[in-house]
């Protein structure tokens, strides 16, 4: 099982960007889709965005397309959320996980840490 840490949340503006990073260990990490997921406080985890290994599907929630990019280097084991134009209701932490063909379950019941990011208004 690929291990997966996450990196790049801060305190932004409303409006603003970050980009999260999803750093892989082991050498499989091209054989795996990659999902990002997040965790408001008081809700439960949701959804983000999901990446095919290839790079070549990806697959957004409702409130995030056309504001967050999902991209991949499998170069660099390193998969990337651009988040622009964010809203306060983004503030959350965020997670990356390994999830199935469809994008958007996660393989495992299994979360690192997160980072987490605060938009403000």
């Known amino acids: 099982q690929v291990q997966l840490a996450e990196s790049g949340g801060g305190l932004v503006q409303a409006g603003g960007s970050l980009r999260l990073s999803c750093a892989a260990s082991?050498?499989?990490?091209?054989?795996?889709?990659i999902g990002w997921f997040r965790q408001a406080p008081g809700k439960e985890r949701e959804f983000v965005a999901g990446?095919?290994?290839?790079?070549?599907?990806?697959y957004y929630t409702d409130s995030v397309k056309g504001r967050f990019s999902i991209s991949r280097d499998n170069a660099k084991n390193t998969a990337y959320l651009q988040m622009n134009s964010l809203k306060p209701e983004d503030t959350a932490v965020y997670y990356c996980?390994?999830?199935?063909?469809?994008?958007?379950?996660?393989?495992?019941?299994?979360w690192g840490q997160g980072t987490q990011v605060t938009v403000s208004s």
């Open positions: 996980t390994t999830v199935d063909s469809g994008l958007v379950t996660p393989l495992f019941d299994y």
């Open positions: 082991g050498r499989t990490f091209n054989s795996y889709y």
């Open positions: 990446i095919s290994w290839s790079g070549d599907s990806t």
